[in-house]
């Protein structure tokens, strides 16, 4: 792998090591949540409750 991608493999590995309950479609978050950290974004908008399992991110519904 290139640097870079190493990198972002290593930051993916790191979100789901710390998030036991991820399995299923809940990877795909991880991956997001792994993309947003390697570029320095640490809040989503989103009525996704599935995210607030991450805590890296802040998440805020902008339904309520």
Do not use: C, W, Y
Not at 8 to 29: H, N, Y
Not at 44 to 50: L, P
């Amino acid at each position: 792998l290139e640097p870079k991608e190493k990198a972002k493999l290593d930051t993916f590995m790191e979100v789901a090591a710390r998030t036991p309950t991820i399995r299923g479609a809940s990877a795909q978050d991880a991956r997001l949540v792994a993309i947003m950290l390697e570029n320095g974004v640490r809040k989503i908008h989103t009525n996704d409750e599935g995210f607030l399992r991450f805590r890296e991110i802040q998440v805020v519904n902008p339904l309520t």
